[in-house]
C-alpha cells in the first residue's frame, strides 16, 4: 500500500496577498514572513508593482512574472507586496491565480479605527460575488485590539502562515542571545553531554546579571534556558524568571555524544567526512542533524515571536539556528557560524531587519570551533568571522570583573 500525502506543502502554490493601511507594516510583514519560510526551507519570493527605479509594472506583466515563477521547482509561496490593493480587489486576483491552480491568501492588517468600513462592506460584496465559484480565502487582523477575522483557511500551509502572523508581536523589543558559561567538557573538547560549568563559566554566570541589567534597565525581561546543567547554571543568578525549554537542548550527538572531534574522525571517519560536506543535513548516528534542531525550536520561535524581551541562554548548534532565522542565514552556512563562549547577542528587530550588537566580556575562553575538513579546534574564532556575524553593527563592551 502506497500513502499519498494529499495536503502536503509540496504541490501547493500560494500566492500570499498583502493588504495594509501602513507602508511600515505591509514591509515589517512582508520581511518577517520571507525571513521565516527561507527558515523552513519553504521556497518563496516577495513581487512589487512597481521596480527598483519605482516605474510600475503593469497587471498583466506582474501575474505573468508570478505565474512563470512558480512554474520553476520546488517554488511555493509568493509574496505579493502591492500599492493600493483592497480586500475588495481579491475575487479578481483570486480567478486569475486560480486558472494556474494557485491558491491566494489574503492578509489584511489594520487598525481598530478603519474597520468598520474595510470589514462590512467589501467583505459583504465579496461574499456575495457572483463571479466566485469559491469564497475568498483571507485573514483581518485588527491592530489594537488583535483580534482577527478568518474566512477559508483550509490547508495546513495557509494555516501556518496566519499562525505565524497571529503570533508577530509588533512592539519595539530586543533579544538577547548567549551560549551557556565555558563548561566542564569544553575545556576537555567533547561535545554533548551534560557537565557543569568551569571555574570562568561560573564567572561569566556571575557577570551576566550586570550585563542585562545595564542593557535592558527597569523593563521586563524572561530568561528561557534549556534543560542542560550547563544553561542553567549559567542563568543561576539571574533575577528574572526563568523558564526551561527541552527544545533549546544541545544537538543530540547521538552515539558519538561525549566524544571529541578526533575520536569522532577516527571511530567514524566516514561520518564524519559526511557532516563536513553537508553539516546541515548530516544526522549523527541515533541523533540529530541541523534541519531537525530547526524543526524541534520551530514553536521556541513561534513563542519568541509573541514575547517581550528575552535572553535566551542556551547550545552552539542551537544558537546557529536561532541566529539563522533572525539574519536569514541560508542553511548551508548557518552551521560554520561563529558563536564564541562569553558572548551576549542583542537583536533588535527593526522594519527592515534586525540590528545586531555582540558584547564580548574579557572573561576568557576556549574555542569550540571545528573548521571544516580538520578535528582541530580553532583557536581564535573570533577571527572568523562570518559575513552575518555584524550585519548592522558590532560593539565590543569589555567588562572588567
Ligand atoms: O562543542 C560544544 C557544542 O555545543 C557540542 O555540544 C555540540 O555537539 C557542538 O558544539 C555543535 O557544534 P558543531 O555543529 O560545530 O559540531
Redesign the pocket.
Known amino acids: 500500500m502506497t500513502l499519498k500525502i494529499v495536503d502536503g506543502m509540496e504541490n501547493k502554490k500560494l500566492c500570499l496577498i498583502m493588504v495594509t493601511e501602513d507602508e511600515r507594516d505591509k514591509c515589517f510583514l512582508t520581511q518577517k514572513l520571507t525571513r521565516y519560510m527561507g527558515w523552513l526551507a519553504i521556497r518563496c519570493k516577495v513581487f512589487k508593482d512597481r521596480d527598483i527605479q519605482g516605474i510600475e509594472i503593469k497587471f498583466d506583466d506582474l501575474v505573468t512574472n508570478v505565474c512563470e515563477w512558480f512554474k520553476e521547482e520546488h517554488t511555493t509561496v509568493a509574496i505579493l507586496d502591492l500599492e493600493n490593493i483592497k480586500l475588495s480587489d481579491g475575487p479578481k486576483y483570486d480567478s486569475i491565480f486560480r486558472r494556474d491552480h494557485i491558491d491566494t491568501l489574503f492578509v489584511e492588517y489594520i487598525g481598530d479605527e478603519a474597520n468598520q468600513d474595510t470589514l462590512s462592506t467589501p467583505l459583504e460584496s465579496i461574499t456575495s460575488n457572483k463571479e466566485l465559484t469559491d469564497p475568498l480565502s483571507y485573514v483581518v487582523l485588527r491592530k489594537e485590539s488583535k483580534d482577527i477575522l478568518v474566512n477559508k483557511v483550509e490547508n495546513y500551509l495557509q494555516t501556518r502562515i496566519i499562525f505565524y502572523v497571529l503570533n508577530i508581536n509588533m512592539e519595539n523589543k530586543s533579544i538577547w542571545l548567549s551560549r551557556h558559561g565555558e563548561s566542564v ?2 575545556l576537555e573538547e567533547k ?3 551534560d557537565s557543569s560549568l568551569s571555574p570562568r563559566g561560573q564567572k561569566y554566570a556571575q557577570l551576566l546579571p550586570d550585563l542585562i541589567t545595564k542593557e535592558i534597565g527597569e523593563s521586563p525581561l524572561i530568561v528561557w534556558t534549556s534543560t542542560l546543567r550547563r544553561t542553567q547554571e549559567t542563568a543561576k543568578y539571574l533575577p528574572y524568571k526563568k523558564l526551561a525549554w527541552k527544545a533549546l537542548d ?2 543530540d ?1 547521538g552515539v558519538c555524544d561525549g566524544m571529541t ?1 578526533k575520536e569522532i574522525e577516527e571511530e567514524y571517519p566516514e561520518d564524519f567526512k559526511a557532516r563536513d560536506d553537508d ?1 546541515y543535513q548530516y544526522r549523527y548516528r541515533g541523533g540529530e542533524s ?1 534541519a531537525d534542531v530547526v524543526n524541534r525550536i520551530e514553536p521556541v520561535i513561534m513563542e519568541l515571536e509573541r514575547q517581550e524581551n528575552v535572553l535566551i541562554i542556551t ?3 542551537v544558537l ?1 539556528c536561532i541566529y539563522a532565522y533572525f539574519m536569514n542565514v541560508p542553511q548551508g552556512e548557518s ?1 560554520w557560524m561563529t558563536i564564541p563562549l562569553h558572548t551576549l547577542i542583542k537583536l533588535t528587530p527593526t522594519t527592515d531587519g534586525v540590528k545586531v550588537t555582540r558584547i564580548k566580556t574579557d572573561i576568557p575562553a576556549v574555542s ?3 573548521e571544516k575538513g580538520s578535528s582541530d579546534i580553532t583557536s581564535n574564532p573570533s577571527n572568523l568571522s562570518s559575513k552575518y556575524a555584524n550585519i548592522l553593527e558590532e560593539v565590543s563592551t569589555i567588562q572588567k570583573i
Open positions: 567538557f569544553n561535545i554533548g553531554g544541545e544537538l550527538a572531534y553539516k541541523y547550545h552552539q548548534a546557529r552551521p569550540t570551533y571545528k
